[in-house]
């Protein structure tokens, strides 16, 4: 079955460490992909988007994302985290180009500490 | 900036209620797309529609249905609701068809069924 994997549940990260998320999907293009964050108690908010092209994306609030067509994979990264970054992230993708329907990973929860 | 509303952001309903959930959108979007969030599963599709008087089921259709009279709106109900209908319920809107468009959420509405 075609899926989106966030293998981290929760991750722990102190503030100004970096950070990295990771997200693997199974389907058989390249889909479009994309990452959102919600903050408590807030709608989400996308961060970044991958249709094409230069496989490093960057996104909004200082975050970056890299696409691997081996691995299936599309990782965020943030080299130096703010408390305000304390959010739940999802990874989504929508498999090919005629499909409305984004599928949505189960979310990673990240906490900062001072 | 493109705005989506909810009608509620908590909500409290018994076995059995006819329960009306609304979403707004007021950019002429022509897509929106009722969510349903749960912990550990993240965000799954229940219905979308792509125009008015249009829809198409998403992947958990079963207990629900929607309307959408006015392009601005899309109405997602629950004929009679059930305590496993407890969840998070999110409405998004988009502009383009397809994998091209970013989704905008509303808040969300908490949905307690007792």
Wanted: hydrophobic share 35%; with cysteine; proline share 4%.
């Amino acid at each position: 079955a075609q899926s989106v994997t966030q293998p981290d549940i929760h991750i722990t990260v102190s503030e100004g460490a970096s950070l990295e998320l990771r997200c693997n999907y199974s389907y058989g293009a390249t889909p479009y992909l994309f990452w959102y964050v919600q903050s408590p108690g807030q709608g989400l908010q996308l961060l970044l988007k991958y249709f094409s092209g230069d496989t490093l994306v960057q996104g909004i609030k200082g975050f970056e994302a890299e696409f691997k067509r081996s691995q299936s994979s599309f990782n965020l990264r943030k080299p130096s985290v703010h408390w305000s970054d304390a959010a739940e992230y999802f990874c989504a993708v929508v498999p090919g180009e005629d499909d409305y329907k984004l599928s949505f990973g189960a979310g990673t929860t990240v906490t900062v500490r001072a | 900036d493109v705005k989506v509303t909810q009608s509620s952001r908590y909500l409290v309903k018994r076995t059995g209620e006819k329960v009306f959930l609304e979403c707004v959108q007021d950019m002429d979007h022509e897509n929106m797309f009722w969510y349903r969030q749960d912990p550990g599963l993240g965000l799954r599709l229940i219905y979308f529609s792509y125009d008015v008087k249009m829809k198409e089921k998403g992947d958990i259709p079963e207990g629900y249905s929607v309307s959408r009279e006015k392009k601005e709106r899309f109405s997602l109900i629950l004929e009679s609701a059930s305590t496993n209908q407890t969840s998070m319920y999110l409405c998004a809107s988009s502009f383009l068809p397809g994998s091209a468009s970013e989704e905008y959420f509303g808040p969300g509405t908490r949905l307690t069924v007792t």
